[in-house]
């Protein structure tokens, strides 16, 4: 890999991040139902894959369709903006 798109990337990720709020909106979730939600929980209600759910919690998901996120957001009743935050990380 060439060393100057190393140091391009690198403050490309401080800059800008997009994090996926899953592991939160389950944990929420989980707390109002009294039940644990589980990645194999979504996968009924949704058909979404267990994998697919998995990248996305661990922000290592690059692009997410609309329909994944059209059935998260029915499963979870909330709005995209409530599933995916914009952090601008601080040097």
């Known amino acids: 890999m060439n060393p100057a798109f190393s140091i391009i990337w690198i403050i490309t ?10 592991r939160e909106m389950m944990a929420e979730r989980s707390r109002d139902e009294r039940r644990r939600i589980t990645y194999d929980v979504i996968l009924a209600n949704t058909g979404i894959s267990k994998s697919t759910l998995s990248r996305m919690s661990s922000d290592k998901e ?19 903006g409530d599933l995916f935050v914009y952090v601008k990380e601080t040097s």
């Open 62 to 80: 690059g692009r997410i369709g609309v329909e994944v996120m059209n059935r998260l957001c029915q499963y979870f009743d909330c709005q995209p």
């Open 13 to 22: 990720e401080k800059v800008l991040m997009i994090q996926c709020r899953l």
